[in-house]
């Protein structure tokens, strides 16, 4: 399954031809369509409305293993109107940490750092691409799945010759997004066939969940917990992984945990290298 965010209905509407998704109803301003192979938010403009979009579309369907896609427009120095690139940075003006994007394979468009504005800006600086809603799309996603299977694919709407503030024609912006569906398509299945169907087993699941409800964690420690849950969901069986619940009764914060948790992952690896070994 994917699941699209974009922030407008014109960004959508392409995606939701190709791939036959019909209306599902809506939490707030966010808006939901849904097909056999991919659902999608219509969250609104902003970082704040995508995370909260995406958060409502993620509660609505927990299944693991899904792959996240923002899709909309862009601002780029030099980039052509109607270019697309795929975020490999991605960072906020209000906010300190950065996310970097793992795709395990590779895509057709070129890498290009990120950056989430407040407001539109016709200031823009080499080697950057500026929108409004990435950021907040990976916060959100971030809280119920792995980076490698997060994703930014903007297409540019302004560049230093034709600056933001220039009236976009909504036709002109569904067009351009048309222009390169086939290819996120085609992007979404090497991924798909790429990344293992399952995140993590049940038991690591609820495991995760139950740290998540007893200890507050940053975006960079969530997703420390989330990298370090599925390789200890691959080390451990299910009754060695139920002991780790005992975890949270000797560690009070995040920092100790996330210790903790890679102490065992280091040993459980050290301790399958020295059996094969012995083999």
Not at 8 to 27: F, N, T
Not at 125 to 148: I, M, N, Q, R, W
Not at 167 to 177: A, F, G, P, Q
Not at 221 to 229: A, I, K, N, T, W
Request: with cysteine; glycine share 6%; aromatic share 8%.
């Amino acid at each position: 399954m994917i699941h699209f965010a974009t922030a407008l209905h014109c960004e959508a509407q392409p995606l939701i031809e190709y791939y036959r998704m019909k209306p599902s109803g809506g939490v707030g301003r966010a808006r939901f369509f849904e097909g056999e192979n991919a659902r999608l938010a219509v969250t609104g403009v902003g970082a704040l409305a995508a995370a909260i979009g995406v958060t409502a579309l993620a509660q609505r369907h927990t299944e693991s293993g899904a792959l996240w896609f923002n899709v909309g427009i862009c601002g780029h120095k030099t980039l052509e109107l109607g270019e697309a690139l795929i975020a490999n940075r991605v960072s906020s003006e209000n906010h300190p940490e950065r996310f970097f994007p793992q795709p395990p394979v590779t895509s057709v468009w070129p890498g290009c750092a990120l950056h989430s504005l407040a407001q539109p800006s016709a200031e823009y600086v080499d080697g950057l691409a500026f929108d409004l809603e990435a950021y907040g799309f990976f916060t959100a996603a971030l809280c119920s799945t792995t980076l490698e299977r997060v994703n930014s694919v903007k297409i540019v709407s302004d560049n230093a010759a034709h600056p933001a503030g220039e009236r976009l024609d909504k036709e002109t912006v569904s067009r351009w997004i048309s222009a390169h569906v086939p290819d996120i398509a085609r992007y979404a299945e090497a991924l798909q066939s790429a990344l293992p169907h399952s995140e993590t087993s049940k038991t690591a699941q609820a495991f995760r969940t139950s740290v998540e409800a007893t200890m507050r964690f940053s975006a960079t420690e969530r997703q420390q917990l989330l990298d370090r849950v599925r390789k200890l969901d691959a080390l451990l069986d299910s009754d060695a992984f139920k002991s780790l619940n005992e975890l949270l009764e000797t560690h009070g914060d995040a920092k100790s945990l996330l210790k903790s948790l890679q102490d065992r992952i280091d040993a459980e690896s050290l301790r399958k290298t020295v059996a094969g070994a012995d083999v």
